[in-house]
């Protein structure tokens, strides 16, 4: 039987007169590889960043882990165990590598007002800095600049902070944009390795990585959910081919 | 800003063996103007944690330090409590009771929102301390005695004297550089600075922001109102000019002037302000019109304020960035600006949400 970790019910959010996601509801299991397909605009950016708690909706609920996490602020969330990255790089430019994954290992501090001890000496919050920065490729560039990276660099920096916080849910926005080849399959790889024992969503336009990653895919088109399944029953899906395959191919 | 040269330590160890002989020898109305000194880098350093750490201008700091100052008259002229322990206590009370009611209202906001909440606020704490008649109205109070700590009548430490007070006030100004640097290395500080970076990624990354930029405000509430004390013990008067904007806008002044982000450059921005402002006015009726020159000179040419070119590695190259930035003015003046730092870097923003 398998388990929802994340559940979306009639989810909707406007933006003035326009409908960015309609009614969206989803199921998504432990454990799966779940991508969500779409054409620019169809708004994929919008529903992840409901689910993070960037953005709240205008309309429906979240349930995550049984629990309705609707209300719940994009910083309680996130120590609940949903992480996410964002399609446009959002690091912290003036830190080195290590200390953008620090800020986020932190979080996993209990308690908040920790004012005495340097930070330097949380061994445990540095063994889960370096981990992730490990996880992502970046264990080399450890002490480098962060605006220095090159963007493919940037993007792996990204998907390092959050793992820092060590989710059980990752929200993944467009991790291989702009990305060349190898580092792309550099990442692709640190997908696959992170679906071992964890939840992903993933949002991505390539497709040969989504149908080489994904065990379920959404596809979305003008807000609304057009067809869930697995990646044999999208690619054969008429539906999906007139609305938005055909287009990519058209392209 | 995580690789600070040994230079500036050293320089400020310097300094302090300096200013902390200075009395012994000194001429007695320079000794005056250097607990001056001394007060107003507490209160610089107070303000820098929030702009220079946290990235929070606030426009309204002189109220905390300024309400400290006022209770601290009202306890010594109307209910003549003198005992220096009481005193401050009531000062770091009433400090960081002012700051925790306009902190808690102002980090709802950033930005330019923040300076003009924070302005407004400010003002209304002017407003309170000038418009009740209990206070002492627009001219201000003097105090009738100055705090004093004696136990079992035996007089330990009496602040009207002015050596004693100096020191008192050098120790409390290595203190709060002591806690302040405990502070900001600690986890605390690291989340202050992501805040000051990229507020939106610290929050998404699991930190409840809002909650540390009201112990931000709390903190440096606290360490103002121990400057307020020490302010009114050393000039025995205070007055509304004490906390309105113009004064807080002077904090800010030493802040920029100094250095932002660091913790010596307030205290040097204090040190050139003072000096200034007390040359200046011996040379001409027009001293303002001088400070003023000075202050666009140094964020003209020191963007990083007067530890600028110390902070960078060893100084020297500093020192060349500085002469290479003078060089350049006119360009900037006119707008021919070259593509500046910022610029390179990727967006900063909260991204998508
Ligand atoms: N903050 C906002 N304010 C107004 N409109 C918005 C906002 N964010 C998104 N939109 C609009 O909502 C729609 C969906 O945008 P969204 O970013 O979710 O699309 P997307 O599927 O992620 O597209 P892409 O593949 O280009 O990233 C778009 O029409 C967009 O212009
Ligand atoms: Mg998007």
Redesign the interface.
């Known amino acids: 039987m398998p388990e929802t970790i994340l559940e979306t019910r009639d989810l909707s959010r406007r933006f003035g007169g326009l409908r960015a996601v309609s009614a969206v509801s989803l199921a998504f299991e432990r454990g799966v590889v779940h991508a969500i397909l779409g054409p620019n605009g169809a708004g994929k950016t919008t529903l992840i960043n409901m689910l993070s708690g960037d953005l709240p909706p205008t309309d429906g609920k979240i349930l995550f882990e049984g629990a309705d996490v609707t209300g719940l602020p994009v910083h309680v969330r996130a120590r609940r165990g949903i992480g996410r990255s964002y399609q446009k790089t959002n690091i912290l430019p003036e830190l080195t590598c290590l200390e953008n994954c620090w800020l986020g290992a932190q979080a996993r501090l209990p308690g908040w007002l920790n004012m005495v001890r340097p930070a330097r000496r949380y061994r445990d919050v540095q063994a889960r800095a370096e981990r992730a920065l490990g996880l992502c490729g970046l264990e080399a560039r450890a002490g480098t600049q962060a605006a220095t990276l090159s963007h493919g660099e940037m993007r792996q920096l990204e998907i390092g902070m959050m793992l820092a916080t060590e989710p059980r849910l990752l929200l993944l926005d467009e991790p291989l944009a702009g990305m060349g080849v190898e580092e792309s399959w550099r990442v692709i790889d640190l997908l696959k390795t992170l679906a071992r024992d964890h939840t992903l969503i993933l949002i991505e336009h390539d497709m040969d990585a989504v149908f080489s990653i994904a065990q379920r895919i959404t596809v979305m088109v003008n807000g609304c959910e057009l067809e869930t399944g697995t990646p044999e029953q999208i690619r054969t899906s008429v539906a999906v081919r007139d609305a938005y395959l055909g287009e990519e191919l058209a392209a | ?2 690789h600070r040269s040994p230079l500036l330590p050293l320089l400020f160890a310097l300094v302090c063996i300096g200013i902390a002989l200075y009395p012994l020898v000194g001429d007695a109305f320079y000794v005056r103007l250097a607990a001056k000194i001394v007060v107003l880098g507490i209160l610089a350093m107070s303000l820098d944690l929030l702009v220079g750490f946290a990235g929070l201008v606030s426009m309204g700091h002189a109220a905390f330090s300024g309400a400290a100052a006022y209770v601290v008259a009202a306890l010594i002229n109307k209910a003549g409590v003198t005992d220096l322990p009481t005193l401050l206590a009531a000062s770091l009370a009433t400090a960081g009771v002012t700051a925790l009611a306009i902190g808690w209202i102002s980090v709802r906001t950033s930005g330019i929102y923040l300076i003009m909440i924070t302005l407004a606020l400010g003002q209304m704490v002017f407003f309170f301390f000038h418009d009740v008649s209990f206070w002492g109205g627009a001219d201000g109070v003097n105090l009738d005695a100055k705090p004093v700590l004696a136990i079992a009548g035996i007089e330990l430490i009496d602040l009207s004297d002015r050596t004693v007070f100096y020191y008192v006030a050098l120790a409390c100004l290595v203190g709060t550089f002591v806690l302040l640097s ?2 900001l ?7 202050l ?2 805040v000051r ?2 507020e ?10 809002q ?2 930029k009201l ?1 931000a405000f709390v903190l440096a509430g606290l360490i103002a109102g121990l400057a307020g004390f020490l302010e009114v013990a050393r000039s025995g008067f205070v007055s509304p000019a004490h906390l309105g904007w113009h004064e807080s806008a002077t904090v800010l002044i030493v802040v920029i002037l100094g250095g932002m982000g660091t913790l010596v450059g307030p205290v040097i921005g204090a040190f050139a302000l003072v000096f200034l402002e007390d040359w200046a006015a011996e040379l001409t009726d027009h001293w303002k019109l001088i400070v003023g020159l000075f202050v666009i000179a140094v964020v003209l040419f020191l963007p990083n304020g007067l530890v600028g070119p110390l902070a960078r590695s060893g100084g020297r190259e500093g020192l060349g960035k500085a002469l290479a930035r003078l060089w350049n003015a006119p360009a900037r003046l006119f707008g021919r600006t070259p593509a500046k730092r910022r610029d ?10």
Request: proline content about 5%.
């Open positions: 800003m995580s405990v502070v290395q600690s986890p605390f500080g690291q989340v600075r992501g970076i990229n939106g990624r610290t929050r998404a990354l699991g930190h409840d922001v909650r540390y112990a390179d870097l990727p967006q900063e923003s909260a991204g998508d949400a």
